[in-house]
């Protein structure tokens, strides 16, 4: 055996005359199917012995091809039964991202007979993803192998043309498997996109699988799997990006057959927050979660646990890199969790001062990128950062602005909600929301432009719930109006209760800002009268 892998193909040949006989030779006489991954330079770097009808290929991620690109490696094993390329053959062949994948198949004294071989397809024909080429014989084959995988291989560069362009960016397929409805799952899908791109991260293609009961291991049966890979490594993908929550086992079982990195909707929306943290409050909080995320998920020093911490979904706050320990995690945990009652504590000083100058509190939420920080800055004439992306406030930002009359309230703006809200964020910005019962007054921003606003909806007034801060007077402010047509407009106004406004638009405001006034004279009113405040009725 050891003889085997001193020999060398010439490059244009898939393997050699004299190797395929001496594997189809040896394969006979043990009854065991042979294998030889042969690298670009025609060198032997693996021989694997199967049994009767299979073969396990190594563990080939020292191999690893980048985004796009071929693994540089093909595989020629021998068949003991007459029969050409099986369906594991072609599933390996894609997984595995492999140059070719070829068998031997052998007459009955145990002479080669023919080669069968298959390349993948820079662009599936007819939903093949591969080709299957015709069969070759072994002392004769008429297919230049080199000159086929470089082709090949520019041919997958060509159709992969804009990752020159954005050459920082990374490109990442999305995927979702669900039970939910066609539009619910399209909606959801949408928000991941935006989710992405707001992580500088360029989508590539969007993959939803509909299905009755998701497989406990890899959400999708491994064929599915197999196709994701190949559209990966047409579109020039190596980010698989799930929509669904994945458990620290299927991180790693999809990891190890794509071998591709994987990650779900809550590391890519903590590695948001990981990128805007600015504070010193804000990192700590982010570095909280991300370890809490990580350290049921560290286990082994497998390759999903490496690819968990490289690049997206490994980015420490301030771009540090996540320490991937567990005992020294541990320790970290602990003491982010000191700091973070530190700060706590002068926070609750800081409240307590401004409960006693008693000016009264109007804070505004919303789901992200609602337009919060717009209506701060046009309330109060700030200049506090405005972007069109998801999550980008993290930070709480306190504003004092004065109505007519002397009316003088703060008003904070804050991070942004998000359907299901990772739970590990939830923990770690307690404190952030915590700070929202102060509020005497809520302004709930809903962007109406939004398609999906209806549902948004919903899911603030539940987070709100589970924050108990449903009790505090809400104002509903129905936002970017000016994109709305007015019939609409005016129609949601009625049926939601609500003031609608153009936040960028100061003219627009003043329907809210009576309202607002109303409500905190209120406020004053009973604030300045003895004993403590009784909770105003609710904003129907
Ligand atoms: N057309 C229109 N665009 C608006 C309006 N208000 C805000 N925007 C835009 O909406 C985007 C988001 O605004 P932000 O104020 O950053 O939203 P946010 O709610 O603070 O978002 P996060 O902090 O990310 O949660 C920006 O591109 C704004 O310019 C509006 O009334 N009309
Ligand atoms: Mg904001």
């Not at 093909?74 to 595995?96: K, S, Y």
């Not at 959801?188 to 291991?217: G, H, W």
């Not at 929306?269 to 504070?279: G, P, T, V």
């Not at 609500?498 to 936040?503: E, Y």
Request: glycine share 6%; net charge positive.
């Amino acid at each position: 055996m050891n003889n085997l892998t001193r020999r060398r193909t010439a490059p244009a040949f898939v393997v050699s005359p004299e190797l395929s006989k001496t594997i189809t030779r040896l394969s006979f006489e043990i009854r065991r199917q042979i294998g030889l991954l042969i690298d670009r330079q025609g060198w032997i770097t693996h021989v694997m012995v199967g049994n009767h009808q299979a073969i396990e290929i190594p563990n080939l991620e020292k191999y690893r091809s980048g985004g796009g690109r071929l693994k540089g490696l093909r595989c020629v094993h021998t068949h003991l039964q007459h029969e050409p390329l099986t369906q594991d053959d072609l599933m390996d062949l894609a997984l595995l991202r492999l140059d070719l994948m070829a068998a031997i198949t052998m007459d009955k004294d145990g002479r080669p007979d023919y080669i069968h071989a298959a390349h993948l397809l820079p662009e599936g024909i007819n939903g093949e993803n591969w080709q299957i080429l015709e069969s070759l014989l072994p002392w004769d084959p008429d297919i230049d192998c080199q000159a086929l995988i470089r082709s090949l291989e520019s041919e997958f560069a060509r159709k992969a043309p804009s990752q020159k362009v954005k050459r920082k960016w990374e490109r990442a397929l999305l995927v979702s498997v669900t039970m939910a409805s066609r539009r619910a799952a399209t909606d959801f899908m949408l928000e991941l996109r935006e989710l992405a791109e707001s992580c500088n991260i360029t989508v590539v293609d969007t993959v939803i699988q509909y299905k009755k009961k998701v497989d406990p291991r890899f959400l999708m049966g491994e064929g599915k799997l197999s196709e994701l890979v190949i559209l990966a490594l047409q579109r020039g993908a190596d980010l698989l990006i799930f929509d669904q929550e994945l458990n620290p086992s299927q991180v790693r079982s999809i990891t190890d057959l794509t071998d591709m990195r994987v990650i779900d909707r809550t590391q890519l929306i903590l590695d948001i927050f990981a990128q805007r943290a600015r504070s010193r409050e804000g990192k700590i909080q982010v570095e909280l979660a991300q370890l809490k995320y990580l350290l049921p998920r560290l286990v082994g020093k497998g390759t999903a646990m490496s690819r968990l911490t490289g690049g997206i979904g490994g980015r420490g706050p301030g771009e540090t890199k996540l320490e991937i320990d567990r005992r020294r995690v541990r320790n970290r945990i602990g003491q982010l969790e000191r700091l973070l009652q530190e700060i706590q504590k002068q926070r609750g000083q800081r409240r307590a001062r401004r409960n006693k100058k008693g000016l009264p509190v109007v804070s505004i939420i919303g789901y992200t990128n609602a337009g919060k920080s717009t209506l701060l800055n046009t309330l109060t004439k700030s200049s506090v950062l405005v972007e069109s992306r998801l999550f980008a406030t993290l930070d709480p930002t306190s504003k004092r602005k004065k109505f007519p009359k002397d009316v003088e309230v703060i008003i904070t703006d804050t991070v942004g909600f998000i359907r299901q809200l990772p739970e590990e964020l939830v923990t770690a910005f307690r404190a952030t929301l915590e700070e929202l019962e102060d509020a005497d007054l809520l302004l709930n921003v809903i962007d109406i432009s939004n398609p999906r606003f209806a549902d948004q909806i919903q899911s603030v007034e539940r987070i709100l719930e589970s924050l108990n801060l449903h009790r505090i007077p809400t104002l509903r402010v129905l936002n970017k109006q000016d994109r709305v047509d007015p019939v609409t407009v005016k129609k949601l106004t009625r049926n939601l209760d609500a003031v609608a406004i153009s936040a960028n638009d100061e003219r627009t405001l003043t329907p809210l800002l009576d309202k607002m006034e109303l409500y905190i004279r209120r406020v004053k009113r009973l604030k300045t009268s003895a004993g403590p405040a009784k909770p105003l009725a609710a904003a129907s």
